[in-house]
């Protein structure tokens, strides 16, 4: 089992900055892909970024290319979102999820487990 807790969202302004923290328990968290989802109103839930289990290939959504950067912190069992440049359209509710398998790249990323969510809102 793996638990994650998100924190770091708020309110900002548009073209400011917001880093997301997820942290994980659990033994095995460092052989495990992660990733940030978000789902804004009456939209569906969209993969933002993922990682590998070791940090050394990512994944990225088109829309934040270049803005957001998703890294992780093995011996914190912390995965983080840095998002730069935010826009009002990156208003949403950012989730953290784990893949329950092991030793997978950002691209083969499943969400098995999930944190509780996290409110980012970017006013124009």
């Known amino acids: 089992q793996v638990q994650l807790v998100e924190s770091g969202g708020g309110l900002v302004q548009a073209g400011g900055s917001l880093r997301l923290s997820c942290a994980a328990s659990g033994r095995t968290f460092r052989s495990k892909a992660m990733g940030w989802f978000r789902q804004a109103p009456g939209k569906e839930r969209e993969l933002v970024a993922s990682i590998n289990w070791s940090g050394a290939n990512t994944y990225y959504a088109d829309l934040v290319k270049g803005r957001f950067t998703i890294s992780r912190d093995n011996a914190k069992n912390t995965v983080y979102l840095q998002m730069n440049s935010l826009k009002p359209e990156d208003t949403a509710v950012y989730y953290c999820?784990?893949?329950?398998?092991?030793?997978?790249?950002?691209?083969?990323?499943?969400?098995?487990?999930w944190g509780q969510g996290t409110q980012v809102t970017v006013s124009s």
């Open positions: 999820t784990a893949d329950g398998r092991q030793f997978l790249s950002a691209r083969d990323l499943r969400g098995d487990y």
